[in-house]
């Protein structure tokens, strides 16, 4: 988060002064590429380096103080850390994302949402969904998954709407047994965060819209002014980090569409403890 920050505001005040990354870099000492990769925030800076870059944007001292801060922030070992050879460079960011987002819009396509998911319910998808995955790998990707799952409590939980498609709530991922149990806590989840979850459910009486067909997707909100909003995408077999503003707008109003077909949230969660008492 905090590197992707700093990289955000190098880039605009670089633009904002149409000084290419060519010339910055130049004037720095190093290459086109390193200054790229410094603004999408794939690479790391040095205080000294970036000290000199700062010098050649006509950043103020203040803001160069502020630019040092969110350098040191991006520096600290996150939660993640340990889990990083499991995941690519580009989940491993969506982690941060997520970490930092103040609120998150998703949609489900056919599964419970993953902040919201049991050990048993995702340990089900790990092994459905990847065979060739190793018991001890699936475990530790579920172990993540719970970790993620921490921004929903705490002193500071992040803002979830999620809306879910009746067909996520009767599929019987890892068989009754599971399902029934994810069901329960999905509706516990529901009822002990009424302030920050709010879960929509489509039912299958709705009329099409939007999303129906499409992939799970994330849309991720932050409190800073200066951070845009980004989109999380996962298919079957690939995932998208989407930041381009006329992409994200079409997913905006994609998962505003999908709430319009959605029951309310008392609905919803009366349909979540109806199919749970269906299957006992």
Known sequence: MAGWELGLRLRERRELLDVTAVSAGRAIGTSQ??????ENGKLKINARKLAE???VLEFD???TEELQALR???GKRAWWSPYSAMFSAEVLRYFGFEAGAESIRAYSA???TSLLQTEDYAMAI???GAPS???AEASRRVEVRMKRQQRLDGDDPVHLTTVITESGLRQ???GRTVMAAQLRHLARKITEHPDTIDVRVVPFSADYHNAIGGSTFYLLGFASSRLPDLVWQETVSTTDLIDQPMRVREYSLAHSQALDFALDRAASLDLVEEIAKELG
């Open 126 to 128: 790990m092994n459905g």
């Open 133 to 135: 995955i190793r018991l």
């Open 33 to 38: 590429s390193y200054i790229s990769g410094v």
């Open 53 to 55: 870059l700062a010098a």
């Open 61 to 63: 001292e203040a803001e």
């Open 172 to 174: 019987m991922v890892g």
């Open 110 to 112: 056919g599964m419970i």
């Open 72 to 74: 040191e922030e991006a």
